[in-house]
């Protein structure tokens, strides 16, 4: 059993509860029973009962705490277009994996939360725009639509459309936004136009 958590009030102490119990809900979802929550946070149920009323209501107050993007709008510090992408997509892929084991474990208590939190989660976009402007000359879209793409990706990367073993990386993800698809070794090499007549005779 970890060491109890101190004595603290209000919030502050309904938000280290949810990041002690965070690990076992993500193990055992919300089948998870009040004694393991009180056990992961090294607390006596009723200490739980007290702070969050009932075990759904601690599953919607983890999943509401997790589900804001509050810190993930931070700005990311870079000092290039490359150095931005790479840091963004990292940044993005980790927490999009996190949001997404959150939702298996959770299920439609973390399907209502993110219904509520749809606003949050398009303003997302707005934020990461807002790191492309300065490089806005640099790209070949928009901020918005660069944003889109880097949300989109980063989304698939990270749920790996339900398969084991994601197939697509963060490093994947770079390469894609940066370079493209296409090898710049395998592309079409142009044809050189046919010699006139007069330069066939002067051979």
């Known amino acids: 059993m970890p060491p109890p958590i101190p004595r603290l009030s209000g919030d502050d102490r309904r938000a280290q509860i949810i990041a002690a119990v965070t690990p076992a809900v ?13 056990e992961a946070a090294g607390v006596a149920e009723g200490t739980l009962f007290k702070a969050f009323g009932d075990k759904e209501s601690l599953l919607v107050a983890l999943a509401e705490q997790h589900m804001t993007d509050a810190d993930a709008a931070a700005a990311f510090e870079s000092e290039s277009l490359e150095q ?26 973390a399907q209502r939360v993110a219904e509520q939190r749809r ?14 402007e300065p490089y806005a000359r640099q790209l070949r879209v928009t901020p918005l639509v660069a944003a889109e ?5 980063a989304w698939a990367a990270a749920a790996g459309w339900g398969e084991a073993e994601p197939t697509s990386s963060a490093a994947d ?12 070794d395998d592309r079409p090499v142009a044809h050189a136009a046919p010699a006139s007549a007069l330069e066939t005779e002067k051979v």
């Open 173 to 184: 993800i770079v390469q894609v936004l940066l370079h493209g698809i296409v090898d710049a």
């Open 119 to 132: 606003g949050e989660f398009e303003q997302s976009k707005s934020w990461i725009a807002a790191h492309f």
């Open 26 to 38: 993500l193990e055992h979802g919300v089948g998870i029973t009040s004694r393991q929550l009180a």
């Open 84 to 109: 931005l992408v790479e840091t963004m997509v990292s940044v993005l892929v980790e927490r999009m994996a996190f949001m997404f084991q959150l939702a298996m474990a959770l299920g439609p208590i």
């Open 149 to 153: 793409l880097v949300r989109t990706l």
